[in-house]
């Protein structure tokens, strides 16, 4: 069993977020990101990334697009296998991830730049295959929340996602040590993603 992991993953999301209760905001992010896990026994391993906010955007109702610049991110967490799966049945697995991401918009009327913060607490689950020992079809949903802090019209605004879930979909293919990896969730929170690892 290999005890390292190291990834290359490339990321885009798509979603709302809703400030000061009232107030939505859609924004898309992508993202460039570099993660390793341990494992630390049969049931138990320990994940974390470090990436960056290459661009996006922020699109006020009524306003114009606030460009995203690029910016920083960080996320660490557990993952526990539940079930080991045999045949048809999968195995389950749960985590649990803490996440912060920091970067800068521009207003595109003032030019002026202001600060976007976020941290997200997610909780998943997720049901997992092997076929011919090499490719691992998977189903995932994610439960999450966390405040997010940024300036509209000059004023400090306090938001959070309107879903706060996600259900993906997604596979990975094995080539040896090396592995390769796809995800869509088209529910809840949006996203896109894919990557590559080595596992030692």
Same mark, same amino acid.
């Given at each position: 069993?290999?005890?390292?992991?190291?990834?290359?993953?490339?990321?885009?999301?798509?979603?709302?977020?809703? #400030?000061?209760?009232?107030? +939505?905001?859609?924004?898309?992010?992508?993202?460039?990101?570099?993660?390793?896990?341990?494992?630390?026994?049969?049931?138990?391993?320990?994940?974390?990334?470090?990436?960056?906010?290459?661009?996006?955007?922020?699109?006020?109702?009524?306003?114009?697009?606030? +460009?995203?610049?690029?910016?920083?991110?960080?996320?660490?967490?557990?993952?526990?296998?539940?079930?080991?799966?045999?045949?048809?049945?999968?195995?389950?697995?749960?985590?649990?991830?803490?996440?912060?991401?920091?970067?800068?918009?521009?207003?595109?009327?003032?030019?002026?730049?202001?600060?976007?913060?976020?941290?997200?607490?997610?909780?998943?689950?997720?049901?997992?295959?092997?076929?011919?020992?090499?490719?691992?079809?998977?189903?995932?949903?994610?439960?999450?929340?966390?405040?997010?802090?940024?300036?509209?019209?000059?004023?400090?605004?306090?938001?959070?996602?309107?879903?706060?879930?996600?259900?993906?979909?997604?596979?990975? #293919?094995?080539?040896?040590?090396?592995?390769? #990896?796809?995800?869509?969730?088209?529910?809840?929170?949006?996203?896109?993603?894919?990557?590559?690892?080595?596992?030692?």
């Amino acid at each position: 069993m290999s005890k390292f992991q190291l990834g290359l993953g490339l990321g885009s999301l798509n979603s709302t977020l809703r #400030f000061d209760g009232s107030t +939505d905001v859609k924004i898309e992010m992508n993202t460039v990101s570099v993660s390793g896990s341990y494992q630390i026994n049969d049931k138990w391993s320990i994940r974390s990334g470090v990436g960056l906010i290459l661009d996006g955007k922020l699109q006020p109702p009524g306003h114009l697009v606030h +460009d995203v610049k690029p910016g920083g991110l960080l996320a660490i967490g557990m993952e526990y296998l539940y079930y080991q799966g045999e045949g048809y049945r999968p195995y389950i697995d749960y985590s649990v991830f803490v996440s912060v991401s920091s970067t800068r918009t521009e207003n595109p009327v003032n030019l002026k730049n202001t600060n976007y913060f976020s941290s997200d607490l997610r909780f998943g689950a997720r049901a997992s295959w092997i076929i011919n020992g090499n490719i691992f079809p998977y189903l995932s949903s994610r439960l999450f929340g966390g405040p997010v802090s940024w300036e509209l019209d000059g004023t400090d605004v306090l938001g959070t996602d309107i879903h706060h879930y996600q259900l993906a979909a997604g596979t990975a #293919f094995r080539y040896g040590s090396l592995s390769t #990896f796809v995800e869509w969730a088209a529910l809840g929170e949006k996203a896109l993603s894919a990557g590559l690892s080595y596992a030692w």
